[in-house]
C-alpha cells in the first residue's frame, strides 16, 4: 500500500480532496499537509493533527510553517511519494526538509495562477523543488508547452494530467423539473434567458468590464435576458462584490442577480445545466471547470481568444471566442440568435467527459506514483 503526503498552501479541498479520496479507494494512503494552518490529514481515518503547539488562528506565519513541517517526521518518519499542489514560492524551502521523508520521489503540479503570477522571489525558491521533481503537471498542454519552452532541460518531466470534475458525474441525470425548481430558487424570471457572468469572485473573472459592457446592450435584447454572477467563492470578497455591486445602476437592477450561494455534488450540476450562455472571459486560466460542466450540459459558451483551450477547438467542441471584452456586445446577439444545436451539445458532452470525468483522469494520476 503506497503512501503518499499532499503539501499544498491552497486551502482548497474541492481537488485535492476529490484526488485523495479516489487514491483511498485504490488503497493507497493519503496524508495532506495543509501548509498555512500547519495541520496535517490522514484521509484514510479522517484523523487531524495539529503540528504546533499552539492555535494558528487565522494564517501561519513562515517561522510556524517551518517548525510544523519539521513536526510532520513524528507522524511519518518515510513517505512512497511527496506531492506538492499549488506551486507558490515557499514550497522550496519545504522540500528541503521533506525531501528525505519521501524516497526521493516527489511531484510539482501547477493550478494556474501559481505559474502565471510567480515573482522572480517565487522563481528562484520554487526552482529548488522542480529540479529534484520526478514529474511536473499542468492541467492543459499549452501551459506545458510554455514551461517547456522556458526551461528546456526540464521538460522531458513534464505530464498534462487533469483533475476530474464530479459534477460530469451527475449532470447526465439532472431533469428539467430540477432545473425549473433551481431557477425559481434563484429568482430568475422564467421567460429570461439565463446568462452565467463569470464563475466565482475573482477579479480574474473581469466582471468589472463585462458589466459595463452589457450595460451598453439595447434595451429590447436586455428585456430577453438575465445575468447571474456566482460570487459564492472565495468567501473573504465582500469588498470586491460590493465593488460590482456598486457598477450596476438602478435602472439596472432587475436585470442581475448575485448569487452568494455555494453549491456542490448534485447541486452544483443543477446549477451548471440552468445555464443558457456562459460568459467567461479570465484574465488568466488552464482549463476552467465551470466552462467545462456548462458545456458537459450542452449550454453555450463565450470565452476569450487569449486563453488555452486550443484542445477543444481541435477537438471541434462548439464554443465560441472574442478578443476582446468590449466585442462581448456584438456576440451575445449572435448567440442568442444562433443557440447550440443537438447535435453540438451531444458532441461537447462526449469531448468533455472523455478529459475530465474521473473514471478517465484518476487513471494518469495513478501512473505517476507507480
Known amino acids: 500500500m503506497k503512501k503518499l503526503l499532499f503539501v499544498s498552501s491552497n486551502p482548497q479541498e474541492v481537488f485535492i480532496g476529490e484526488l485523495a479520496q479516489r487514491l483511498v479507494a485504490r488503497d493507497f494512503q493519503v496524508w495532506r499537509f495543509y501548509t498555512l494552518e500547519a495541520r496535517l490529514v490522514h484521509y484514510n481515518s479522517g484523523q487531524s493533527y495539529s503540528l504546533l503547539k499552539k492555535d494558528v488562528a487565522t494564517k501561519a506565519s513562515l517561522i510556524d510553517i517551518l517548525r510544523a513541517t519539521v513536526a510532520i517526521k513524528k507522524h511519518l518518519p518515510q513517505v512512497d511519494c511527496i506531492h506538492y499542489h499549488y506551486i507558490d514560492g515557499i514550497v522550496g524551502l519545504l522540500d528541503l526538509i521533506l525531501y528525505p521523508l519521501s524516497r526521493k520521489r516527489t511531484l510539482a503540479t501547477f493550478w494556474g495562477s501559481d505559474y502565471y503570477k510567480s515573482s522572480k522571489k517565487t522563481r528562484l525558491t520554487r526552482r529548488l523543488l522542480l529540479a529534484k521533481a520526478k514529474y511536473i503537471t499542468f492541467t492543459n498542454a499549452l501551459t506545458q508547452q510554455d514551461f517547456n519552452l522556458k526551461h528546456p532541460k526540464l521538460a522531458s518531466k513534464t505530464k498534462t494530467v487533469r483533475f476530474g470534475l464530479i459534477p460530469l458525474e451527475a449532470i447526465p441525470h439532472v431533469n428539467p423539473d430540477q432545473t425549473r425548481a433551481m431557477r425559481e430558487r434563484l429568482g430568475i424570471p422564467k421567460d429570461k434567458r439565463l446568462v452565467v457572468v463569470g464563475t466565482n469572485a475573482s477579479p480574474n473573472q473581469n466582471h468589472g468590464q463585462i458589466i459595463k459592457t452589457l450595460l451598453t446592450l439595447d434595451q429590447t435584447l436586455l428585456e430577453q435576458l438575465h445575468f447571474l454572477l456566482p460570487l459564492g467563492y472565495p468567501k473573504n470578497a465582500k469588498q470586491y462584490t460590493d465593488q460590482i ?54 449550454k453555450d459558451v463565450i470565452t476569450a481568444s487569449w486563453l488555452p483551450y486550443q484542445l477543444l477547438k481541435e477537438k471541434q467542441v462548439h464554443f465560441y471566442q472574442i478578443d476582446q471584452i468590449a466585442k462581448l456586445a456584438r456576440q451575445l446577439p449572435v448567440v442568442l440568435e444562433n443557440p447550440i444545436k443537438p447535435t453540438e451539445s451531444s458532441h461537447n458532452a462526449k469531448v468533455i467527459n472523455s478529459l475530465s470525468h474521473w473514471e478517465k483522469v484518476i487513471l494518469d494520476w495513478v501512473a505517476l506514483y507507480s
Open 245 to 298: 455591486a456598486a457598477l450596476i445602476p438602478a435602472s439596472h437592477r432587475s436585470f442581475f442577480t448575485l448569487d452568494f450561494g455555494f453549491y456542490k455534488g448534485h447541486e452544483l450540476a443543477v446549477y451548471r445545466s440552468c445555464t443558457d450562455i456562459l460568459i467567461q472571459l479570465q484574465s488568466t486560466d488552464q482549463f476552467s471547470g465551470a466552462m467545462q460542466e456548462v458545456m458537459a450540459s450542452g
